[in-house]
Each structure stands twice: as structure tokens, then as C-alpha cells.
Antibody, heavy 114, light 109 residues
Framework: EVQLVESGGRLVRPGGSLRLSCAASGFIVTNAYMTWVRQAPGKGLEWVGRIKSKSHGGTTEHAAAVKGRFTISRDDSRNTLYLQMNGLRSEDTALYYC?????WGRGTLVTVSS | QIVVTQEPSLTVSPGGTVTLTCASSTGPVTSNYYTDWFQQKPGQPPRTLISSTTIKQSWTPARFSGSLLGGKAALTLSGVQPEDEADYYCLLFYRDIQVFGGGTKLTVL
């Protein structure tokens, strides 16, 4: 059974950093395009970025709103996807979902507030 | 900066047919935009319905289909069920990034 479980979300001050994790089971993240999306309270989905499968180069792409502040990475030994978030702003407050192979986790909540 | 536009809301009767569309500010949507479609119900994560314009997931009901229609990506629901009431989002690939549409709130009434 495929499962994605996000973790790491919490309350953080503006300008702070946070690393989100997405533990996968039932498939190998190295072989998949993995994606982070977010959803601010009461708003629509927003694409954050993705990492290509290893066979397609394993490169990353990030949305303009987070480029230079957020970084997607992957630990193949842990079958886990990460989202390193630096320079957090109030507008980054959202539920963050990871997805791959058509599956999605239930999300982890990031709140940026003083 | 690409802007992706969907109908904000649509209403359909049970058993009816409805088409949701997804337009790009860059011009006609083609297969090269690799459109994905997602369904989201309140308090739940997104659920992938369609990938790469037309490819259904194993769990996607047969009444859902994806296509290109009049320069837009389209999601058609034929024989709508009450449980199809949800928000629907398209996701386009464009120049190494992906962008969501604003979503369509589908009401089954």
C-alpha cells in the first residue's frame, strides 16, 4: 500500500527556517517525480516545486514565490522527501502536501507568525 | 508569469454531464502542458484524477475523462453523482514549472 506521511510543520517566527519531511512507503521516491504543494487557509492549491526522478536527472524546480528560499531534496536511503524552508514569511502559512505517483499525503501545517 | 484560469463555480444536476475547463494565459493548451486534474473535498488532501491530459488513475471512476477542447484542457463528468460535489483543480506544466488553476467549485443540485 502506498503511503505518504508529511511531518515537521509548526509555528515559526517570520524569517525563521523549517524542514518538512515526507516519508514514503509502497514505492521508491528515487524512481518518481515528487512534488510539494501548499494550501493557505480557505484558498486554492499552490504548486511549490518538484524533484525529478533519478533516471531523469533528479533536478529540482521551484515556484517563483519560493525560489531562493525553499529547497526540495531527497534522501534515497530513507525513502524520504524534504522541503527546506528559509526566510519564512506570513504568506507561507499553509498546509503543505507532498505527492508522487498520483498519491498525496494528508499534509503538515506551517504557521508563520510573530 | 503564466496564469491558469478555471470556472469559479459550476452547478450540475445528478445524472447530468458537465465539463470543467482550464485555460492558459500563454495561449492554447496542448498536450505539451501535461495537464493534471485533482479533486478535493473539504478537509481532505487532493486526489489525482487525471494525469498528462487524458490518463486516468486506477481509482478514477469511468465517468471522469480528460481531453483538450477548444484550446483548453477539459475535465468531463458524465452521469454526475452526488459524491462528485467538490473542488476541482487543474495543473499545467509550462517552462519547467507547474501552475494550478484557481479551482472550480462543483455543486451537484
Amino acid at each position: 500500500e502506498v503511503q505518504l506521511v508529511e511531518s515537521g510543520g509548526r509555528l515559526v517566527r517570520p524569517g525563521g527556517s523549517l524542514r518538512l519531511s515526507c516519508a514514503a512507503s509502497g514505492f521508491i521516491v528515487t524512481n518518481a517525480y515528487m512534488t510539494w504543494v501548499r494550501q493557505a487557509p480557505g484558498k486554492g492549491l499552490e504548486w511549490v516545486g518538484r524533484i525529478k526522478s533519478k533516471s531523469h536527472g533528479g533536478t529540482t524546480e521551484h515556484a517563483a514565490a519560493v525560489k531562493g528560499r525553499f529547497t526540495i531534496s531527497r534522501d534515497d536511503s530513507r525513502n524520504t522527501l524534504y522541503l527546506q524552508m528559509n526566510g519564512l514569511r506570513s504568506e507561507d502559512t499553509a498546509l503543505y502536501y507532498c505527492g508522487g505517483m498520483g498519491y498525496w499525503g494528508r499534509g503538515t501545517l506551517v504557521t508563520v507568525s510573530s | 508569469q503564466i496564469v491558469v484560469t478555471q470556472e469559479p463555480s459550476l452547478t450540475v444536476s445528478p445524472g447530468g454531464t458537465v465539463t470543467l475547463t482550464c485555460a492558459s494565459s500563454t495561449g492554447p493548451v496542448t498536450s505539451n502542458y501535461y495537464t493534471d486534474w485533482f479533486q478535493q473535498k473539504p478537509g481532505q488532501p487532493p486526489r489525482t484524477l487525471i494525469s498528462s491530459t487524458t490518463i486516468k488513475q486506477s481509482w478514477t471512476p469511468a465517468r471522469f475523462s480528460g481531453s483538450l477542447l477548444g484550446g483548453k484542457a477539459a475535465l468531463t463528468l458524465s452521469g454526475v453523482q452526488p459524491e462528485d460535489e467538490a473542488d476541482y483543480y487543474c495543473l499545467l506544466f509550462y517552462r519547467d514549472i507547474q501552475v494550478f488553476g484557481g479551482g472550480t467549485k462543483l455543486t451537484v443540485l
